[in-house]
């Protein structure tokens, strides 16, 4: 199992928030073949910058890279994640053997 | 559901490692009232510095609370989280309504 996240925020919250497009097509990445357990958060913590979160799991590399390439993901990333969201970490996990 | 999460680093990890003593420790935090889903965690991502994960749930903020000011989690924090964590950053989510 892998699991993916990414703590994000963006450019403009209100905007993004209210149009509702960004997190629409967002929602959309839980689509791609591959994506378990699919999750869109609220960051919390004030230990830190961000104001999100996207949670997904794989149950391989294979899997993970076919969804970092495919055409719905490419097309989210370029059309709303660098156009609306200003600062992110991407934090990957393994369970630990 | 509050997902609290922590990415970490160790000062000596392989000293760290082969002790057991920390991850030992570490897990006896899955016992404090409260805490859902304790996982011990490998970071794989290349995009940022941390190589350990930390991920756990409460069901409220209380619950969280009461899991911080824990005995158990005191004497983990004091005995081997500040002599052996090199760097770290805490990331809680909530689901996103």
Redesign the interface.
């Known amino acids: 199992m892998?699991?993916h996240?990414v703590?994000f925020t963006l450019k403009n919250q209100k905007k993004s928030m209210e149009g509702l497009d960004f997190?629409t097509a967002l929602k959309k990445l839980a689509s791609i073949p591959g994506v378990q357990k699919f999750?869109?958060?609220?960051?919390?913590?004030r230990?830190?910058k961000?104001d999100?979160?996207l949670?997904m799991e794989f149950d391989n590399a294979t899997l993970y890279e076919e969804y970092t390439n495919h055409p719905t993901h490419v097309y989210f990333v370029e059309t709303y994640w660098l156009t609306e969201v200003d600062d992110f970490?991407?934090?990957?996990?393994?369970?630990?053997?």
């Open positions: 892998i699991r996240t703590a997190f999750e869109c958060l609220k960051q919390i913590s230990k830190n961000f999100f979160g949670s970490l991407e934090i990957d996990y393994e369970p630990l053997t």
